[in-house]
């Protein structure tokens, strides 16, 4: 079982950055894919970015792609996605999650809000 409480979100201007953390209780960190996920209002939530248990490899939203960051540190149990060059549009609720194999995302986070202004 694995518990996932994020931090860092919060209001930015468009063109700014924030970095967002996510801390993962559990001596298997590393043993799990985490991911990104995001969801605006009146919208379904949508996947952000992706990095595998070795951090050796990611993926990402065509949206973010080559604004946004996403690293981890095993020995801190901790995700980070970095943002960079805000939009208005990446205005969300970010939840991080986590998953084993190839299986559902069953670990989230209970999100953070980030805003972007204009």
């Known amino acids: 079982q694995v518990q996932l409480v994020e931090s860092g979100g919060g209001l930015a201007q468009a063109g700014g950055s924030l970095r967002l953390s996510c801390a993962a209780s559990?001596?298997?960190?590393?043993?799990?894919?985490m991911g990104w996920f995001r969801q605006a209002p009146g919208k379904e939530r949508e996947f952000v970015a992706y990095?595998?248990?070795?951090?050796?490899?990611?993926s990402f939203a065509d949206s973010v792609k080559g604004r946004f960051t996403i690293s981890r540190d095993n020995a801190k149990n901790t995700v980070y996605l970095q943002m960079n060059s805000l939009k208005p549009e990446d205005t969300a609720v970010y939840y991080c999650?986590?998953?084993?194999?190839?299986?559902?995302?069953?670990?989230w986070g209970q999100g953070t809000q980030v805003t972007v202004s204009s």
């Open positions: 990095i595998s248990g070795s951090g050796g490899s990611t």
């Open positions: 559990g001596r298997t960190f590393s043993m799990y894919m």
């Open positions: 999650a986590g998953r084993t194999g190839a299986g559902n995302w069953n670990y």
